[in-house]
């Protein structure tokens, strides 16, 4: 079913998505330094780009930026003077994702955080770089959870907390599963259906990446 449903994303991005905002140069980039194609696709980054205009976001956090390709769809949805911070553990993507954001004209709007989330996250709020306005989670699916809790103590009241790869083929409902993606889904679905300060949704999804979904959250007011 994958190959119908990339066709079905490239349909998409032909009629809905301008060749300028598609940033095949990024991905050429990626692809030549053997990143993993493990980017959202395009129209799932333009979803992001989206959320991000609809609640007019100026301080964007994003938890995995690998090239850069994520980061390129939230920093143009940010006017002047807005951020995004993003974290990533390895120097080779950080670097690829530097060159991508320095082509697209966005290195003024993006702050690049080189090192493992868990010990970067302490220092971004210790900084005052918050209070976000949207949150982007898309690193290692096992500290999924942690990384929702720790999205959510620098939200503002009425902020999106987005998490990516949240279905993984199904397995996400399968109390027997041994998929690491699974299990860190299932950990960070206990820790939202109990958490009062929000209320959420998760929407699967079928493309060029397979079969996955979004955990979208707002933090009430
Ligand atoms: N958001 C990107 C894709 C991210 S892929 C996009 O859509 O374009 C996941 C990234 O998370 C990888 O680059 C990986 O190196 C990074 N990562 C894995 N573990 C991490 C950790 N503990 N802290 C920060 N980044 C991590
Ligand atoms: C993987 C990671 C992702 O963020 C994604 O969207 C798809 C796959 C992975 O690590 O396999
Ligand atoms: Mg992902």
């Known amino acids: 079913m994958v190959n119908e449903w990339r066709i079905v994303d490239e349909y998409v991005a032909d009629r809905l998505i301008a060749p300028a905002e598609m940033q095949s ?16 696709s395009a129209p799932q980054g333009k979803l992001l780009h989206l959320l991000a205009l609809s609640i007019g976001a100026r301080r964007i956090l994003e ?3 690998l090239g ?3 980061t390129i769809w939230l920093a143009r949805a940010l006017e002047a003077g807005g951020k995004v911070v993003t974290i990533e553990f390895d120097p080779r993507h950080a670097e690829v994702a530097r060159e991508n954001i320095a082509r697209e ?7 690049l955080r080189v090192g493992a989330a868990l010990d970067m996250l302490p220092k ?6 918050g209070p976000f306005d ?3 989670i898309d690193a290692d699916k096992a500290n999924n959870a942690a990384y929702f809790a720790f999205a959510l103590k620098l939200s503002r009241p009425g902020a999106l907390i987005v998490v990516d790869n949240v279905v993984r083929d199904g397995t996400v409902a399968d109390p027997q599963t041994t998929d690491d993606g699974g299990l860190g889904a299932r950990k960070l679905f206990d820790l939202v259906a109990a958490e009062p300060r929000v209320t959420a949704t998760a929407v699967q999804t079928v493309g060029s990446k397979g079969w996955d ?3 979208i959250a707002r ?3």
């Open 25 to 40: 140069a990024t991905l050429d980039a990626n692809k030549h330094a053997g990143l993993p194609a493990i980017d959202v």
């Open 63 to 65: 938890v995995g930026t």
């Open 68 to 70: 850069g390709y994520s």
């Open 105 to 111: 004209g966005l290195s003024d709007r993006v702050d």
């Open 124 to 129: 971004i709020e210790a900084e005052g770089l």
């Open 134 to 136: 949207l949150s982007f």
């Open 213 to 215: 979904g979004f955990l």
């Open 219 to 221: 933090v009430k007011s």
